[in-house]
């Protein structure tokens, strides 16, 4: 006859196994849930005017540090070189945004211009991602105003 000892280590180390799956698979879901819902978003410290694709009449890494710190006022141009252009946003950090991403942008409380605000498309980027060409014309000049501007999730995209 066979020995039929206890089987019961046997039965916790398969048991052990099986709850290992179970977190395992269930941790997987979870960050696959978080990347397929989440809005990855990016800070902009202002709205700005470039003379040329690379952006040279701008000192990037000053401007930003200006702008996070309230000092000077931003960028200014007058009214007749505003017309027909583009809004451009200056972001604190480079983005993965290019041209035909959907974004929302919301600016900071002390907005001038709330038309900026809402459902806008990426036209353009420039300065390494710094810099984000949106689907709106510029209004003008102001002080710093701040926001965020969103892109869309992979759950608003298919659903």
């Excluded at 900026?116 to 990426?122: L, T």
Aim: with cysteine; charged share 25%; hydrophobic share 35%.
């Amino acid at each position: 006859m066979p020995y039929c000892g206890n089987n019961n280590s046997f039965n916790k180390k398969k048991m052990k196994k099986k709850t290992l799956y179970v977190i395992a698979g269930a941790s997987a879901l979870g960050i696959g849930l978080y990347f397929f819902i989440r809005r990855p978003s990016y800070r902009f410290v202002d709205n700005v005017w470039c003379v040329d694709d690379a952006c040279s009449n701008i000192d990037i890494p000053e401007y930003i540090e200006d702008a996070l710190d309230g000092e000077g006022v931003g960028t200014s141009i007058s009214g007749s070189e505003v017309d027909g252009r583009s809004l451009r946003l200056l972001l604190e950090k480079e983005s993965n945004l290019k041209a035909g991403d959907e974004v929302f942008i919301e600016q900071d409380e002390n907005a001038v211009h709330s038309s900026y605000n809402g459902r806008h498309e990426v036209t353009n980027i420039f300065a390494n991602g710094l810099i984000v060409e949106i689907d709106t014309q510029r209004m003008g000049s102001s002080g710093y105003v701040g926001g965020t501007i969103s892109k869309k999730s992979l759950f608003d995209t298919y659903f």
